[in-house]
C-alpha cells in the first residue's frame, strides 16, 4: 500500500471497532474507514485507488 500511494495507513475503522496500526498481513474490507498518512499527492492517490482503480493506474500518476 505505501509503495503503491506513499501513504501510511495507521488505524481503520470497521463496524464498531478500530485496528490501530494495522500490519501488511490486514485485509482492507469494502466498507472499512482508513485513517491514513501522507503529503496530499499521496492521499490523492489513496483516494483513487479506494474508488476502485488498479494499483498499475495509481502509480502511473507519479508520471504524470
Keep these: 500500500f505505501r509503495n ?7 488505524a481503520i475503522q470497521r463496524d464498531d471497532d478500530t ?5 501488511p498481513e ?3 474490507e469494502a466498507d472499512d474507514t ?8 499521496a492521499c ?3 483516494e483513487t485507488l479506494s ?5 498499475e ?3 502511473e500518476q ?3
Design 4 to 10: 503503491a500511494t506513499g501513504a501510511s495507513i495507521v
Design 19 to 23: 485496528e490501530s496500526n494495522p500490519g
Design 26 to 28: 490486514t485485509v482492507i
Design 34 to 41: 482508513l485513517i491514513v498518512l501522507g503529503t496530499r499527492e
Design 44 to 46: 490523492k492517490r489513496v
Design 51 to 55: 474508488s476502485g482503480a488498479s494499483i
Design 57 to 59: 493506474a495509481v502509480t
Design 62 to 64: 507519479d508520471d504524470s
